[in-house]
């Protein structure tokens, strides 16, 4: 997964970025951006996200953009490209990058993401954030995480010693793209992709672990029980509930990597929970395409409908109250 999914998604946002790096060269950045920003620690290592804040127009609002490809996961790999539509509507927008595989696997790359939203919520006021208008958005891997944390989040713990661990990591609208949700029917029901199958190419992020804490070290997950437990874990299909938030995708019908099969068993999921969602077919689009950056207006129009103030949302929900 990591050169196939991995570096086949970051080579395609390199290319759009250069597309439009040479006419946006000559202007002037329209948003302040603070670099390596730790909001966790692990094992030594500092977790880090980067700040992009809109200089002028600043809505409150803010999107997480999970900095992910195969579940690889580096600070170069931050594309400007596809912040820029949302940075000039005004958000502020949080470049999250995770514990990157072959070191880290999907559920310590999850616990990295919870992290990253407790954080940023917890910060709220620092960056003249609402604490309510969070969104996630990202590609493949990326989108997988998007939709974790928009079907897993969860409440913080009001005992833990870490304030930041009191944060909630719920989010309240997910856009994202080409995204993995079922890894033990993909493709087709039954098909089992855990690092085999049509992700055979990709077995570190499915290499589980487990602490022996007698032995005090790591020791790989073997049986094939407590694997088929963590694939239903680490799919966000078997995570809906009617509260999650809303939910689009963007995928293509000659995805063969990502088949579209997994946007269309989520989002059955989701609208049978009631949750409002929608799927973008890109006609003929495999597992990226030249140009997405530019699809990332579809993008911001979901969150411009689903992360805007409480008091506009609640005069859109009852037209009367303006009259």
Sequence with gaps: MYRKLGFHILVIASISAMSVGAALADEKPAYDRKEDVIYGRKFGMALTLDVFTPRANANGAAVIWAVSGGWFSAHESINIAFLNELLRRGYTVFAVVHG???????????????????????????????????????????????????????????????????????????????????????????????????????????????????????????????????????????????????????????????????????LEKLKAAGVETKLVVKKGAGHGW????????????WFDAHLKPKKESAADDHPSTNK
């Excluded at 990253?116 to 208008?133: G, L, N, Q, T």
């Excluded at 958005?137 to 661990?165: R, V």
């Excluded at 030249?290 to 129009?301: C, L, S, V």
Aim: aromatic letters at 8%.
């Design 100 to 266: 990157s595989q072959p070191k880290y696997t999907i559920p310590e790359v999850l616990e990295d993401m919870h992290r990253a939203v407790r954080f940023i919520r917890s910060h709220a006021k620092d960056y003249h954030i609402d604490p309510d208008r969070i969104g996630i958005t990202g590609g493949s891997a990326g989108g997988h995480l998007s939709l974790m944390q928009g079907t897993a989040g969860t409440l913080g713990d009001p005992k833990a010693k870490d304030p930041i661990d009191r944060e909630s990591s719920r989010v309240q609208a997910v856009a994202c793209f080409f995204p993995p949700t079922d890894f033990l029917n993909y493709g087709k029901p039954g098909e089992i992709a855990l690092g085999c199958g049509i992700l055979k190419d990709f077995r570190a992020p499915f290499d589980f672990q487990e602490f022996d804490r007698q032995r005090k070290e790591f020791e790989p997950v073997t049986d094939v029980g407590k694997i088929i437990a963590l694939g239903h874990q680490i799919s966000p299909v078997y995570h809906v509930s009617p509260d999650d938030p809303p939910t689009l995708i963007i995928h293509g019908d000659k995805d063969f990597l990502v088949p579209i099969q997994q946007a269309e068993l989520i």
């Design 290 to 301: 030249p140009d997405w950056f530019k699809d990332m207006a579809t993008i911001a129009d």
